[in-house]
């Protein structure tokens, strides 16, 4: 009786023996989960830092229909999150409808779309799929592009805020602190809040300029009665 | 229980709706939540806008009055919100050769409806995820750095600094897995074990484990999913503490078709049609519902951003 054999991928007979081995397009396609697009947004209380720079915290806004009143798809795979935006705007947010940002992003867009394993993802610029994982790597470069382009279209933020995230960092950095003797993890925790938090600081101090008191410009009692005395001797 | 139809979608129909309405009963079942059953808004058709205004009810002060002073009645501060409803769908194929038939060679209904309040659980918790993540108060450990027990206090912390009144079990919290993860992997790094462990009527719920339920932690629900949205490029998650209000949403019902492939769960919030491709031996099952969902009242949530 012919014993039936496995057929291999491999056309040409092998000496290794049968390969179990998946179709080469989904161990090539991230395993990143299939979502929506959105739209990037900014409120004005919201900061942090990157990069040891102060950089605006983005908000993402979905555009998955039915959510934040958002209506059917539009082909896309998203619609216009009416109600959301409008309840954005009214809170101050600045809602990124430009996904070029003005073309900063060398006429790319903030966001992109990429196949997955089950349908598409939607990544943000500055990310890069890895075949066969659910990560993204990150090009540094391209995030601080990023959020420098939606720096300089947002306003600077207020003092009042630089002042909570100063006394969040100081906090933090102290919990971390206490602990940083006996856990290296802490350790580290703390030598990075230590350097955010220099930024925070930075950044209040560059915001609210030293007050300027009026001076007294009256002489004082001793110089008046020594320039009396000079003016009578003359 | 007579069989009236010949495939036996009279006696699938009747475990169906049984089994449905067991799982979508549960606490754990994510609608019947009170931070989500607060922000109801009510039925609405698809792609129509349900709107409510809310008035502050119970809030404030009474005032001191002079001697013959008059009263001055102030307005109840309204706010408005709405949710717009869509439909979202999902089809199943089963194939008569797949092994989910029990011993007796029936497929198993149980499993058919568990399938059913999972994907539409998912969904909404997915949507509830997405909706909360565009609140405007965050708390964060930092890009890149594990969640910590002590952030998501400071969430809570956040929600009572903004004057929320809840009380335990009305807090509900979504996570990225890895969010719920790293907060596992802070409890061990305590040395408390399972001190910090759920309260006994949670344990029970966790056998309802259709929406990523994962216990009650400082008064806080604590439920995963995959969905929640990325944030600082990717490289975070962005989960939400939400209190009652914080997120509404909005259903709609879907009507029975007498075709006798066709049940209507849940009072019509879920609508299942089956249909029959016998050249291929295999039987489709297509589940839909109406629903939006919402951000409510901002203050009400704090989102929680840690590594992904």
């Given at each position: ?10 056309p ?7 390969q ?10 991230p ?25 605006p ?17 539009d ?20 809602v ?7 073309g ?5 867009s ?19 799929p ?10 540094h470069?391209k ?14 933020p ?5 002042e ?7 906090r933090?950095?102290?919990?971390a602190y206490a ?47 020594r320039a009396?005395?000079?003016a009578?001797?003359e | ?8 979608s ?9 089994e ?11 609608p019947?939540?009170?931070?989500l ?35 001055v009645?102030?307005d ?11 439909r ?14 029990d ?25 509830v995820?997405?909706?909360a ?14 969640l ?26 979504v ?37 990523g339920y ?18 600082n ?12 209000g ?22 019509g ?7 029959r491709?016998?050249?291929r ?16 009242e ?7 951003t840690?590594?992904?």
């Open positions: 009786m012919t014993k039936v054999r496995f057929q291999t991928a491999d040409e007979p092998s000496r290794q023996g049968y179990p081995r998946k179709p080469a397009a989904a161990v090539e396609l395993r990143l989960q299939p979502g929506h697009p959105w739209l990037y947004a900014h409120h004005p209380s919201r900061w942090r830092v990157e990069g040891r720079e102060l950089v915290d983005l908000v993402q806004v979905s555009l998955q229909p039915g959510v934040g009143g958002t209506g059917r798809e082909g896309t795979g998203g619609g216009i999150p009416d109600g959301a935006l409008l309840e954005m705007q009214r809170r101050g947010a600045v990124f409808f430009d996904t070029t940002l003005g900063a992003l060398d006429g790319e903030y966001v992109a779309r990429v196949r997955t394993r089950g349908g598409y993802a939607w990544i943000d610029y500055a990310a890069e890895i075949a066969n994982s659910p990560q993204v790597r990150i090009d470069d995030r601080m592009r990023l959020l420098r382009a939606v720096r300089d279209m947002v306003p600077a207020e003092p009042h805020i630089l909570a995230g100063v006394d969040r960092c100081e933090d950095h102290a919990a602990d940083a003797d006996r856990n290296p993890i802490k350790q580290r925790e703390a030598d990075r809040l230590a350097a955010e938090l220099e930024v925070w600081r930075a950044a209040l101090e560059q915001s609210t300029p030293t007050p300027t008191f009026p001076t007294n410009t009256r002489p004082s009692r001793g110089k008046r009665s009396k005395s000079a009578a001797e | 229980m007579a069989n009236l139809h010949s495939d036996g009279f006696i699938e129909s009747s475990i169906l709706l049984q449905y309405g067991l799982l979508v009963g549960d606490r754990a079942h994510l019947a939540h009170p931070a059953s607060g922000g109801y808004l009510g039925l609405g058709t698809e792609s129509a806008t349900v709107t409510k205004t809310l008035a502050d009810i119970g809030s404030g002060v009474a005032g001191t009055i002079s001697e013959s002073g008059a009263v009645p102030d109840f501060n309204p706010s408005t919100v709405s949710a717009t409803v869509v979202k769908g999902k089809g199943r194929s089963r194939s008569d050769f797949l092994k989910t038939y011993r007796t060679g029936m497929f198993l209904e149980q499993a058919l409806a568990f399938d059913a309040a999972s994907i539409r659980g998912n969904t909404i918790v997915g949507m995820a997405e909706a993540a565009t609140a405007t108060a965050d708390v964060t450990p930092g890009s890149g750095s594990s910590t027990w002590a952030k998501l206090q400071e969430a809570k912390q956040t929600l009572v600094e903004t004057g929320q009144q809840f009380m335990d079990g009305d807090l509900l919290c996570l990225h897995p890895k969010q719920w993860s790293n907060l596992e992997t802070a409890i061990i790094g305590t040395g408390l074990g399972d001190a910090l462990t759920h309260t006994a009527e949670a344990y029970n719920i966790q056998y309802a484990r259709s929406i994962q216990g009650r932690y400082f008064g806080i629900d604590v439920f995963t999913s995959t969905r929640v949205p990325t944030a490029g990717g490289a975070d998650s962005r989960g939400a503490l939400i209190a009652p914080g997120v509404v949403w909005a259903e709609g019902l879907l009507e029975d078709d007498p075709d006798g492939f066709m049940d209507i769960l849940d009072g919030r879920l609508r299942i049609e089956r249909e491709d016998a050249s031996a295999v039987k489709a099952y297509y589940y839909n519902f109406l629903i939006g969902v919402s951000l409510g901002d203050a009400r949530v704090v989102t929680i840690s590594d992904r």
